[in-house]
């Protein structure tokens, strides 16, 4: 039986982190976010890193959840905004009118038809 690797604590924060944001695909975002291949980066991270290295990596883990945060923000306020337009239409839709719209209608429908019988009278 092969022997098992330790999992260091910064190891277990990178991959909580991007299981939280990124869901199944965490290995390739978390690769992309230190800049290595999928396969490499349990070698790059879980192992026993120098003091300041883990703070980097730290920090790089805040940086990306600060940026996730601002997209789920943003994302929030885009459907907000197209709720409320779909609250706007549907009491558009609610208040219209078609009998009174079909009347102010027949003057225009009256002055066309007048307008089509010039024109057939001419020809």
Known sequence: MAARWPNYPHWERLVSTFQRTDGSAWRTAGAALLGCEKSTLRALVDRNMHPDDVRKLDALLVDHLHRYAEDLR????????????????????SSFDIDAWMRECEPLDEFAHNAIAELLEDA
């Open 74 to 93: 943003r994302r929030a306020d885009d459907a907000c905004y197209s709720a409320n337009a779909v609250g706007r239409a549907a009491n558009e839709v």
